[in-house]
């Protein structure tokens, strides 16, 4: 049996990592961009961003939340997204233990923060939010312990008639 704490910390750490994603989710959908390349870079200068700048939480930490290359201010959002959805991620797994509820629950409460952050900067929830929501949604439904993947649909058939009629 794998211990509590082990679970928790992977969780936080997985949590983190995916809240260092979110971030580049919520600042390059609003503007049509893709969340894979090009790399992330600096705004101020172009600098591009190496893996030991972007570690989260820790690499905004280390460099004292300036970019390396120009030394300009980097947004305290990266690191508080980063951290509050390792914080998701852990309370999760925290209530759930190691289940397919926790990543249902981890996956649903990202999105959720994905799109509140995303509305509130851009005035916009992004499709990819809501599409991406919706398959994974149902793809977890056929997981063991959750809803049945019937019930999974008529949610998302409810959510579509209050979002887009």
Not at 41 to 46: E, K
Not at 95 to 110: D, N
């Amino acid at each position: 049996m794998i211990p509590d704490w082990l679970i928790w910390t992977y969780a936080a750490l997985v949590g983190a990592a995916v809240g260092s994603f979110l971030n580049v989710c919520i600042y390059r959908w609003p503007e049509g961009l893709s969340v894979i390349r090009p790399r992330s870079r600096c705004p101020a200068c172009g600098f591009q961003i190496g893996w030991r700048d972007n570690l989260p939480i820790f690499s905004w930490l280390m460099l004292r939340g300036r970019c390396r290359g120009c030394k300009a201010g980097i947004s305290v959002q990266y690191p508080l997204v980063e951290l509050v959805t390792a914080l998701l991620w852990l309370a999760a797994a925290v209530r759930y233990g190691l289940s397919w509820q926790t990543l249902s629950v981890a996956i649903f409460l990202t999105l959720l923060l994905g799109i509140a952050l995303t509305d509130a900067r851009a005035y916009i929830i992004p499709d990819e939010f809501s599409i991406g929501g919706l398959v994974l949604g149902l793809a977890l439904s056929f997981a063991p312990g959750g809803i049945t993947p019937l019930w999974s649909l008529a949610g998302a058939a409810t959510g579509f008639g209050f979002l887009y009629l």
